[in-house]
């Protein structure tokens, strides 16, 4: 993630931006890890001024989709963090995930990084029994804070 955020931060198109957006700041970073998607990072900038987001895809090229709207149900501002106070990684979180789901299969994981009352990743993983697990693990320390599984067929449609 570092090797990409810094790419991002060296790019003519994020250094462009940043001049005419000040005041924007980092608030998630995110990843997908499936047969489709080769692990590309997105990082989430947050205009507060204007409660939007702008997204910087960065692969390749950089991407940038600007001025998105916010879904969320409060009215609290999104919180800053920075990627380099980051203990434990991605490579770190996948090791705990290995361990502490041996033998099961996932076929999608979603990694964000986000303040949520502190700073953590938000893991999604979807197993081969159709099972979504989420667990949430705090990026400083490791630790893993919440847990929870719900089967993808209650959501099927009738």
Request: net charge positive; aromatic share 12%; charged share 30%.
């Amino acid at each position: 993630m570092l090797k990409d955020y810094k790419k991002l931060m060296h790019s003519k198109e994020f250094k462009e931006w940043g001049l005419r957006n000040k005041e924007a700041y980092l608030s998630n970073c995110f990843i997908m890890l499936d047969k489709d998607n080769k692990g590309i990072w997105s990082f989430d900038y947050y205009l507060p001024k204007e409660n939007k987001l702008t997204t910087f895809v960065v692969d390749e090229k950089i991407t940038i989709n600007q001025d998105q709207k916010i879904f969320n149900q409060s009215s609290k501002k999104l919180k800053a963090i920075n990627v380099e106070n980051i203990k434990f990684d991605l490579d770190k979180i996948s090791k705990l995930l290995s361990k502490k789901f041996k033998g099961k299969l996932f076929f999608k994981k979603i990694f964000i990084l986000q303040y949520l009352g502190k700073l953590l990743w938000n893991v999604s993983l979807l197993g081969s029994d159709f099972n979504l697990i989420n667990v949430k693990i705090d990026a400083l320390k490791g630790d893993v804070i919440e847990e929870s599984t719900n089967s993808m067929l209650q959501f099927k449609g009738g």
